[in-house]
């Protein structure tokens, strides 16, 4: 929701509960353990987004402990709140694969 980085460090973000939307904001404070962010990292360009992504993620389930375990699917779900599918490449030739992505597509 944010175009820019805000100067009170404060981002809003948007995640859907059963298809449902969820508005709320974060600060920019990161967990830290001797200088180092303990999750996520900030990309090779510097980029914020992931670790600020995952703290919004972890708000949204109460907090960091309760992504103990989780997958990337559920993310995804609470992200888009779109349904999601999950297929082992090695079970289809690469037409069929093509095929199967140009169908979700």
Not at 10 to 37: S, T
Not at 82 to 89: G, H, I
Request: glycine content about 6%.
């Amino acid at each position: 929701m944010n175009k820019e980085y805000p100067v009170s460090g404060i981002f809003g973000f948007k995640m859907y509960y059963i298809g449902q939307p969820v508005e709320f904001n974060i600060d920019d404070k990161l967990p830290v353990r001797h200088g180092d962010l303990i999750n996520a990292d900030k990309s090779l360009n510097n980029a914020w987004w992931m670790p600020l992504l995952e703290k919004a993620y972890a708000k949204f389930n109460i907090n960091y402990l309760q992504l103990n375990g989780g997958n990337e699917i559920e993310a995804l779900v609470a992200l888009t709140g779109k349904p999601t599918a999950t297929y082992d490449a090695a079970d289809y030739t690469n037409d069929a694969l093509f095929d199967l992505i140009h169908d979700a597509d």
